[in-house]
């Protein structure tokens, strides 16, 4: 039996850290890499490997700066206003373009606008010229010898410029840092493979390997390493071959029975660090075998994470760079935020500028979730020895998007819907003035988070029994002191999501008592609906097998019943059709955008409003299974 590991230690970040640079400076490994030799044109981003200097003055002889006439200031100082001087072509004046060397004997220019022609030999000038008036001098932006561009540079498209001006035809440029990776795992294939049921696609070598490419490194990613031992210790052996500056295994980090990573750097070197006290990304290993090797955990956001506390620094290091610095902005949390008291926590947040202040909303945690990657505005950092943050508490945020994004970001907080993607689209493409977030916590929970300030739009669906209406009448429970302008976005088609072929031959609510149901969260619109047609038919939840079986979309419904885990759950046609199941239609609603009217004349919401109401849009989106768009756009209330 494979004899199951533990994690050596539990560590500090900043104890980490200097434990691997303490390694690299032992192996002579910690200093910016030597210099090659790049031509200047492909020369963009890469990093100066010695002061350069100018090897040719710019400009490199006298040249006019202006049109004109270039001539011996002296020979003009009897000019007058009233008394013309008479220059002759050739011998006191000579034709010159911006940029012309200056003729034997001129050292002044005059402009072409104060200039009269008194016959095609001859110029008559008013105004006498001071010596080097608009010429620019030899060396006047740059002399031979002199210091243009510091080590350690890196390039941009003006230095380029500069470069070739004053004589540079190659640079020398710190040489890219080599990085080898290698993906573990028997149950992963590549991702250009259709996975089968068991496997997975294997991704985080690409994000890993971008990371770096964009840091300024290089990267080879080997072949899937299946579960096994022996051959992990055999790629590690033939990627140390390589002599790269940087070896990552992707997975086998943990504790488990299949993580060999750990042992496979100790049988060629030391293990320096097994766990870092970092959330998400807990079992790092950093290891030395001649050349650094980070074993990084295999969940896509831990992963990205690993790239960004632990393998950038170094490659910065590596190219003489100092350590990236983000744009960091302070935030408020619209959610408590609840931090392990020992680690450092790195929560992912969507970011809008509301009534003044930048509101950070987390996004769905869990080291799998890579679309909390996706739609990360910025990443929270909450310290060790702090249990987390309440709602309305402080932030400290990375940017990872603009300011000027974040300022113009329309932030729908609410019931999920997948056509607000297509909204997104369509707003994107007609409009500059709207970047649309949409985060789902179901339509009370939207009408929640604008009561607090946290969003500028809510989408909601919830029918009320009393007035056998949508919204309005939760305006006036959730919104009573806040004017709200009530905005059709779409009529849609609710029903029961069933297995393709409904093997249980469910008809309708009745049935759900011998079915495993997939419910939607408490405050959803849908489990609202859902709640009152069991009512009125006289059904306890209690009755519904899997009741409290809860999902946060349509979507996730959907994928819970074509996978089994349930036999029906309620929700839109669209996202039964995605799943390729079957639906039974009960009902359509109408789902309206709850919008307080401080934020109606702002410019995204504008632009939101345009779009709701653009033909095109409307089309398209009426065109959708199970959705009608001709009340679309129409103000309700």
């Avoid at 700066?65 to 220059?87: C, F, I, K, P």
């Avoid at 947040?349 to 979730?369: E, F, M, S, Y």
Wanted: proline letters at 6%; charged letters at 20%; one cysteine or more.
């Amino acid at each position: 039996m494979t004899k199951r590991k533990i994690y050596l230690e539990d560590i500090p970040l900043d104890e980490a850290r200097a434990k691997l640079q303490a390694a690299l400076l032992g192996a002579e490994r910690a200093g910016p890499l030597e210099g090659e030799l790049v031509p200047l044109a492909d020369a963009l981003g890469r990093v100066t490997a010695e002061p350069l200097r100018v090897r040719r003055s710019s400009p490199h002889f006298h040249c006019a700066a202006m049109d004109g006439y270039a001539v011996d200031a002296a020979a003009t100082v009897s000019a007058r206003e009233t008394q013309a001087l008479a220059l002759r072509l050739g011998q006191d004046a000579y034709p010159v373009n911006t940029g012309d060397a200056l003729p034997e004997g001129c050292n002044a220019v005059i402009m072409i606008e104060n200039v009269n022609e008194a016959d095609e030999e001859t110029l008559l000038i008013y105004a006498a010229v001071a010596p080097w008036q608009h010429v620019r001098l030899m060396g006047e932006d740059m002399v031979t010898t002199e210091t243009v561009l510091q080590v350690n540079h890196q390039l941009r498209p003006v230095d380029l410029g500069a470069l070739a001006g004053c004589g540079h035809q190659r640079v020398l440029a710190r040489r890219r840092p080599r990085v080898v990776i290698i993906p573990t795992g028997s149950e992963l294939v590549p991702f250009e493979q259709e996975p089968g049921r068991g496997q997975l696609t294997e991704y985080n070598s690409l994000i890993l390997s971008a990371q770096i490419r964009e840091a300024g490194g290089e990267t080879q990613v080997t072949d899937i390493v299946g579960d096994d031992a022996e051959r992990l210790r055999e790629a590690l052996a033939d990627a140390l071959t390589q002599e790269p500056e940087l070896i990552l295994v992707l997975s086998g980090s943990s504790a488990g029975a299949h993580d060999y990573t750990a042992a496979a750097i100790k049988s060629m070197g030391e293990v320096l660090v097994h766990g870092i006290a970092v959330r998400p990304g807990h079992p790092v290993i950093i290891g030395m075998a001649a050349t650094p090797v980070i074993g990084v955990p295999g969940y896509p956001v831990s992963a990205a994470l690993t790239g960004e506390l632990l393998a950038l620094p170094l490659i910065r290091a590596w190219l003489g760079l100092t350590p990236d610095e983000p744009a960091t902005i302070a935030a408020v949390s619209t959610r408590k935020i609840a931090s392990p008291i020992g680690d450092d926590d790195f929560v992912r947040v969507a970011l809008a500028q509301i009534d003044g202040r930048i509101q950070a909303t987390p996004l769905q945690r869990g080291a799998g979730v890579i679309t909390s990657l996706v739609r990360a505005d910025g990443l929270a950092h909450i310290p060790r020895f702090h249990e987390g943050v309440d709602r309305g508490g402080k932030l400290s945020v990375s940017l990872y998007q603009p300011l000027s994004a974040i300022e113009r970001t329309l932030m729908i907080m609410g019931s999920h819907d997948p056509m607000l993607d297509l909204l997104a689209t369509r707003l994107r493409l007609r409009s500059a003035a709207a970047r649309l977030v949409s985060v789902n916590v179901g339509s009370i929970g939207g009408l929640v988070a604008l009561r607090r300030g946290e969003a500028h739009v809510a989408g909601c669906h919830l029918f009320d029994p009393e007035s056998a209406s949508y919204n309005a009448p939760y305006l006036e429970r959730y919104l009573r002191d806040e004017p709200v302008a009530l905005v059709t976005f779409a009529q849609r088609e609710q029903g029961l999501i069933l297995p393709a072929g409904n093997p249980l031959d469910i008809k309708g609510i009745a049935d759900l008592r011998r079915a495993r149901y997939i419910n939607r969260q408490r405050g959803a619109g849908t489990r609202v609906l859902f709640d009152y047609l069991l009512q009125q038919r006289d059904i306890a939840p209690a009755e519904i097998p899997g009741y409290a079986h809860e999902e946060v979309t349509h979507l996730a419904v959907a994928a819970a019943v074509a996978d089994g885990i349930g036999d029906c759950g309620m929700g839109l046609r669209s996202a039964a059709e995605a799943m390729g199941l079957d639906f039974i239609g009960l009902t359509w609603e109408r789902f309206d955008l709850a919008i307080p009217r401080r934020h109606l004349e702002t410019a995204p919401v504008q632009a939101l409003l345009e779009t709701l109401n653009d033909a095109d849009f409307k089309r398209e989106l009426g065109a959708q299974s199970g959705y009608r768009s001709d009340q679309t756009g129409q103000v309700v209330t």
